[in-house]
């Protein structure tokens, strides 16, 4: 069993493909900003749509306080993109189609390990992990805690 990233773990270097197959290098954002990372189980499912909904409509506050957001699930590159179009969303879904990023941070499933778990994860402009929010059942609960950890 993988160890799960912890607070003060410095955060694992990724790279995976963005919604438009673009890749996109977690190293290239470690010295330069905050990162907000949020593992979530589907694209367009019930909870999924409402976590990603409150983080578009919070997406400039995160912004202010120098924050990228990338959400991260196993769904395809093109399953992202129709979930951008439909629901507007401003920041960069990557495809961890083979769940290795998942395992690297070692992100908790849910139901016996049947659903992917819901877990978001605040990085430091130094690449530490700051925060850590499971928030399975509550897909909104968590962003404004993650906002006030970031001041």
Known sequence: MTRSIQIGDKCPIFALPNQAGKI????????????????YPKDDTPGCTKEACEF????????????V???I????EESHV???EKHALPYDLLSDSNKTVRKLFGVPGNLFGLIPGRV????????SVIGIFNSQLDPIGHIDAALKLIQ
């Open 24 to 39: 996109v290098n977690l190293s290239e954002y470690i010295g330069k900003s905050k990162v907000v990372l949020f593992f």
């Open 82 to 84: 129709g979930f951008i």
């Open 73 to 76: 699930s196993s769904d395809s």
């Open 120 to 127: 978001t994860y605040i990085i430091d402009e130094q690449g």
């Open 56 to 67: 578009r409509d919070r997406y400039t506050d995160f912004l202010a306080k120098g924050c």
């Open 69 to 71: 957001v990338f959400g």
